[in-house]
């Protein structure tokens, strides 16, 4: 995604607690024209979102401090249920599955993932809203 003179920037708040995860995604998403809000726990997410409003988040479910459904539940009744957010995990349990979309996740992506199809699903909800 080419930034051109009158387009958007859109924010992408990362919320991950394995830094080498995190480090990819934030480079893939940048390299595409993102700005990327890093956070390495989710207490760091917590803190970025009372400071920055995003266009979309990605969080993964097993952090410290604060889980993932937690930065979900903030930002879906906090800030805007209008914020995608794209839950990663590397438990594909249904009943995980089950709470994160009750929440309001907009879509859930399973570890090991393909940085190319968060791109993708990035994107889509973007373009979507």
Same mark, same amino acid.
């Given at each position: ?5 009158? +387009?958007?920037? /859109? %924010? ?5 607690? !394995?830094? &080498? ?5 934030? /480079? ?5 024209? =993102? ?10 997410? &917590?803190?970025?979102? @009372?400071?920055? %409003? ?10 410290? $401090? #604060?889980?993932?459904?937690?930065? &979900? !539940? $903030?930002?879906?009744?906090?800030? +805007? ?6 839950? &990663? ?11 994160? =979309? ?10 090991? =993932? ?5 791109? +993708? @699903?990035? @994107?889509? #909800?973007?373009?979507? @809203?």
């Amino acid at each position: 995604m080419e930034n051109k003179p009158n +387009s958007r920037v /859109y %924010t992408i708040l990362i919320a991950e607690d !394995e830094a &080498l995860v995190l480090k990819m995604l934030s /480079y893939r998403l940048q390299k595409e024209g =993102f700005t990327v809000v890093a956070a390495s726990d989710g207490k760091q997410a &917590l803190e970025s979102l @009372r400071t920055t %409003t995003p266009d979309l988040v990605i969080t993964d479910l097993m952090m410290p $401090y #604060h889980s993932g459904l937690e930065v &979900l !539940e $903030y930002v879906k009744k906090s800030l +805007s249920s209008r914020i995608p957010v794209l839950v &990663l995990s590397a438990s594909g349990q249904e009943q995980t599955v089950l709470k994160a =979309f009750s929440l309001g996740a907009d879509d859930f992506a399973l570890k090991p =993932f393909s940085p190319n199809e968060i791109v +993708s @699903r990035v @994107r889509k #909800h973007l373009n979507s @809203r």
